[in-house]
């Protein structure tokens, strides 16, 4: 019985060694594979950590320049490490195109200001405006509304509250074609030389007349010719409306040849900038032109209220 008991006593002892080997050989197996793998990660999280101040940018604030007067503010923004580690984790490399980042809000807004004009967007965004004013020019609405689907490019069209009630159906066309409207006074007057008193009536007349005309509150109001006061700004301001200007203009009411007239806007343009023009021959003629040359300044067009807003363009 003793011996029987001794050979089983070594049989078990001599099993356990041998699958006491096997389990360790696995398990060394396993951490071998393993430790290649977490080096990797390791290494990747390193080089997202290690790379991305490269591709943060802090935001900037709105402010009241001497020149330019009211300037939007502009998000930041920053890498999200941990999302950007799980969207380049099966990759197992740095790549820039998988980053993830996190938009960062300026602490002073556009609205944060005093009553005061805008003439351009902030001058790091690489976006441009189209500010058409409508009192007349009928007859080159449709080629220009034409052009501007074609490069699928939204503009703010101004309009005048007298053109409006007379031509409800082209703004109403205007609106359905997916662009913005803003106000551009009742009947063109020099609002400079208007009581405040006068000058809400041109504002506050035009919106009811552009709101039942294609149920758009506006909430952007654009002085003819350009002229205005500080208490105009004000009254605009009361209404929840800021005052638009520009920064190029087109100058197209002189007529000028389309050469003439996108040499005038290529030749200024910039980031943030808003381009004045009209309904005339000249801009319609020149407009495929100014769009595409635009663009291969790697320029995006967009509204008035997307040029202003904070948002921040990923290029």
């Known amino acids: 019985m003793k011996k029987v008991l001794i050979l089983s006593l070594i049989c078990f002892t001599a099993w356990m060694v041998v699958n006491t080997s096997i389990v360790n050989n696995y398990i060394s197996g396993m951490k071998d594979k393993a430790l290649p793998a977490a080096k990797e990660s390791n290494s ?138 803003g106000n551009h006074s009742y009947s063109h007057p020099d609002m400079a030389k208007l009581t405040a008193a006068q000058a809400r009536e041109q504002i506050v007349k035009t919106n009811e007349i552009i709101e039942a005309a294609t149920e758009v509150k506006c909430n952007l109001f654009g002085p ?16 929840k409306m800021k005052t638009i200007m520009w920064t190029v203009d087109t100058v197209d009411w002189k007529k000028p040849s389309p050469d003439v007239l996108i040499n005038r806007v290529m030749g200024k343009i910039d980031n943030g900038s808003m381009v004045l023009m009209h309904p005339t021959e000249s801009t319609a003629a020149s407009l495929d032109r100014l769009i595409t040359l635009i663009k291969q300044r790697h320029l995006k067009i967009g509204t008035v209220s997307d040029l202003l807003n904070e948002e921040r363009i990923l290029k």
């Open 44 to 181: 990747l999280l390193e080089s997202i950590k290690k790379n991305a101040p490269t591709y943060e940018k802090p935001p900037s604030d709105a402010k009241i320049d001497r020149v330019w007067k009211a300037i939007p503010g502009y998000s930041g923004v920053k890498v999200d490490i941990a999302a950007s580690f799980k969207n380049m984790k099966k990759q197992g490399v740095f790549d820039e195109k998988k980053l993830v980042f996190t938009e960062i809000k300026p602490k002073v807004h556009l609205n944060d200001l005093p009553a005061s004009p805008i003439y351009k967007g902030h001058p790091d965004k690489p976006m441009v405006s189209f500010i058409i004013n409508v009192a007349w020019g009928n007859e080159y609405l449709s080629d220009m509304l034409a052009t501007l689907k074609r490069h699928n490019v939204s503009a703010s069209f101004f309009l005048e509250g007298n053109w409006v009630k007379k031509n409800p159906e082209l703004a109403k066309m205007i609106v359905s074609a997916g662009h913005e409207v």
């Open 224 to 239: 003819p010719s350009g002229s205005y006061r500080d208490e105009t700004v004000k009254v605009a301001n009361e209404l």
